[in-house]
């Protein structure tokens, strides 16, 4: 916990003392000090005093054994091992539930975190979370901002409205000549796009998707690098392939995630619903090939002579699509990447070790990025430091 959470966390005891009519001379200067510190301490004061309100939570203080609900807070933290401490969500409810009697702060010190962040705002207002955003390159090469060309048909095929480009869904499977187009979606972007058979696509932050204007013969093919979700329009004549260069899935009408980003060691399709079959690849040709049903994921890293077929929850990894960041278990090496793509940004770690430390919660995608750096510290052994858009991350206790 760092010292900023610290001190939130007294504040909060002092200013219950205040309200109970506890607060001592000494404390009471120590609390107007704090206050007249900064005008936003004044705001975290005013917030949280509003906040404290005895009367309302005495019965459901009278209803809890503050000693029970700490010991059962204590014995969730101690069964993690160090490296692999998962957020406990469920931390806050018992927290709040004792914040009056034994000033844990648990619900004040979210306030106040939600009031104040734990770096300079100075700092903070250069990392903002992504927006839609994508440039469209055709087949000729020429390039189109779609942030700036808004309700526009583009090359008489695609029209860009409310962040989506959506392309003519007739003549399809034609015998006519397609044209290439490709999607390419920026760090701290994303966008939606619909193709010409009615196939939804979500693309993801730094990431591209090559696709025909129109598709043309047996399958439709697409080429993606990065990461998107899938919804495909049901064809039972004609297969959708998404090409990654180390897997390729197929498909005939399904909703599923790939994830296959050049600087990742691991590629990963993820099925939610229908089935998929898969073939992973490399340098010799196709290594393996299968079949997945709903809640289950092939992951590959890269060079393996075979791939890893695992059960999962899938809707975590269509998170993102809805808003949110959801890691389960997941290594903070990858989630620093994700957040790099994501807010623009450049982690550091002061060792690897610091790389393979797990997490485990659920995060809004659109939140400030100190709202997310608190959660990570807040849920793991490490603590951040920003200097302008670079983020080092390091352990708490080195």
Do not use: C
């Amino acid at each position: 916990m760092n010292n900023h959470t610290k001190e939130y966390i007294k504040i909060s005891e002092l200013l219950y003392r205040k309200q109970s009519g506890l607060l001592s001379e000494k404390e009471q200067v120590e609390l107007d000090e704090w206050e007249k510190k900064s005008e936003e301490n004044k705001k975290i004061v005013s917030r949280l005093s509003s906040a404290i309100k005895l009367e309302e939570k005495q019965l459901q203080y009278d209803s809890i054994d503050p000693k029970n609900a700490w010991q059962n807070i204590e014995s969730q933290i101690s069964a993690q091992k160090p490296k692999e401490r998962k957020l406990l969500l469920n931390f806050m409810k018992y927290a709040a539930a004792i914040v009056l009697p034994l000033a844990i702060g648990g619900l004040l010190v979210y306030q106040a975190m939600n009031t104040a962040d734990n770096y300079s705002d100075a700092i903070v207002e250069q990392i903002v979370p992504g927006t839609n955003k994508a440039t469209l390159v055709l087949a000729d090469g020429s390039t189109i901002n779609l942030e700036e060309q808004k309700d526009t048909l583009i090359a008489g095929k695609a029209l860009n409205q409310n962040n989506k480009l959506r392309y003519d869904a007739s003549g399809q499977l034609a015998q006519a000549e397609a044209r290439w187009h490709k999607l390419v979606v920026p760090v701290g972007g994303e966008y939606k796009l619909e193709l010409a058979d009615g196939t939804t696509v979500w693309i993801n932050s730094d990431s591209e998707l090559r696709y025909t204007d129109q598709f043309v013969g047996k399958e439709r093919i697409v080429h993606l690098k990065g990461n998107a979700i899938f919804k495909v329009e049901k064809d039972s004549e004609h297969p959708f392939i998404v090409k990654t260069d180390d897997m390729d899935v197929r498909v005939y009408g399904t909703e599923f995630s790939v994830m296959a980003y050049p600087d990742e060691a691991k590629v990963q399709t993820t099925l939610l619903e229908g089935s998929v079959g898969v073939a992973l690849k490399n340098k010799a040709g196709v290594v393996q090939t299968s079949m997945i049903k709903p809640n289950m994921q092939v992951q590959y890293y890269k060079g393996d002579v075979k791939g890893e077929i695992r059960e999962v929850e899938a809707y975590k990894y269509f998170g993102w699509r809805d808003g949110k960041f959801q890691f389960d278990n997941e290594e903070l090496g990858s989630i620093m990447r994700k957040l790099e793509r994501w807010y623009g940004v450049k982690f550091f770690a002061s060792n690897q070790d610091v790389l393979k430390i797990r997490f485990s919660g659920e995060m809004k995608r659109f939140d400030d990025f100190s709202t997310i750096l608190n959660l990570l510290e807040y849920g793991t052994d490490i603590e951040f430091d920003v200097h302008g858009t670079v983020v080092t991350a390091r352990s708490a206790y080195k």
